[in-house]
């Protein structure tokens, strides 16, 4: 879901805050069953007691509080002792449920003074009318009103919906308020009135950063595997030039799908960079092999690309294939995609420039200067 969390100076004008950004919400479109964590007033009874009339008549405070007590809550009043118990069986008293929600029922008991005479409760008892305290949400210590909504339409992602309210918030105040926006932390300072963004987005967020990470120490550790294997800091970065490509298959195949980029979908890249890594060391390795052969540069470029075209391309037609299998899974869809349209679309730009790239940096390094 979209949640959007308000933080400021007063809980009051947090709930106004709140029920203003209510009303945006539910006038944003495809977000609907939108909710706030602000409660209605709800109302209650207090029934004090009458101290000056209840010494006139000789009724102590503490047995109408008892009286009350039992009446609501029961209370054992005396036990029962059986030949066939071990232990005295209590008997408790209390008001039928139906009595309990009556005031009137409540208030006839009766209860003895001190000169043994039975009085009503309604006349040592004032009610009078109150409103239940509001619950107050703490997150970290800092007092937070929630306001919360999901997608639906065909944009289900709650970041569209939240672009969407950000710039409403951007362009006019709320309540009267204008409002800071946090996307990734609280807010630092509780004395202003701000919005921080939280929900399905900050999911997303930590997950594509650890995905980023785990990414991008990936990419590393391959490229020192590739510098180990060919004792060379420049045909590594050769090798690995075609992983970028992979994202001409991977974002146009998501878009001709109709599927969202999920952290399955990063899993995928992930994935394709090993499998392209793999086919750039295929066709380096026969270049160079044929190269200390005694073979011509130009020629072997040539030659590398028609005679590895056919275990690269079915390598990777069996690892499209299997993904075909997981397309329709409603979780690992994004995965299938990646690596469907990624293997697609990078191993046939592999084979053109894999060798381009290693012909221009073999031929600038021999080339006299």
């Known amino acids: 879901p979209l949640v959007a969390e308000i933080y400021g100076p007063d809980y009051d004008g947090q709930i106004a805050v709140a029920q203003a950004l209510r009303r945006q919400f539910e006038t944003t479109p495809d977000i609907v069953d939108v909710d706030d964590s602000v409660e209605a007033p709800a109302k209650r009874l207090i029934l ?39 232990h005295p069986v209590p008997v408790r008293v209390e008001l039928p449920v139906a009595d309990k929600a009556s005031l009137d029922a409540l208030l006839a008991l009766e209860i003895r003074s001190a000169s043994g005479a039975l009085v009503p409760l309604s006349e040592v008892i004032r009610v009078q009318e109150g409103i239940w305290d509001r619950a107050i949400h703490h997150k970290d210590l800092l007092r937070v009103t929630y306001v919360t909504g999901d997608m639906a339409g065909d944009l289900d992602s709650p970041l569209y919906g939240m672009l969407a309210l950000s710039q409403k918030i951007s362009s006019e105040p709320v309540a009267g308020q204008r409002l800071d926006q946090h996307y990734i932390e609280q807010p630092e300072n509780p004395y202003r009135y701000s919005v921080k963004w939280d929900g399905e987005w900050q999911i997303t967020y930590e997950t594509f950063r650890d995905m980023g990470i785990a990414y991008g120490v990936g990419l590393i550790l391959i490229y020192l595997l590739v510098v180990a294997q060919f004792r060379s800091y420049l045909v590594p970065l050769v090798i690995m030039a075609p992983i970028p490509l992979t994202l001409l298959g991977v974002m146009p195949g998501h878009a001709l799908l109709g599927a969202q980029f999920t952290a399955t979908s990063m899993i995928g890249m992930i994935a394709l960079a090993g499998i392209i890594v793999r086919n750039s060391i ?11 052969r005694g073979k011509s540069l130009d020629e072997t470029v040539i030659r590398a690309a028609a005679v590895r075209a056919r275990p690269i391309i079915l390598t990777g037609l069996a690892a499209m294939l299997g993904a075909f299998f997981i397309l329709d899974d409603p979780i690992f869809s994004g995965l299938a995609v990646s690596l469907i349209f990624g293997i697609l679309v990078s191993t046939a730009l592999t084979l053109v420039v894999i060798p381009v790239l290693y012909y221009s940096v073999r031929y600038r390094s021999e080339r006299p200067h």
Do not use: M, N
């Not at 039992?70 to 005396?78: F, R, S």
């Open 48 to 86: 004090k007691v009458d101290r000056q009339r209840a010494a006139l008549l000789g009724v102590p405070q503490a047995s109408v509080a008892d009286t009350l007590d039992a009446a609501l809550g029961g209370a054992d009043v005396t036990y029962v002792h059986t030949g066939h118990e071990k």
């Open 282 to 292: 295929l066709l380096v390795d026969f270049i160079q092999e044929d190269v200390a």
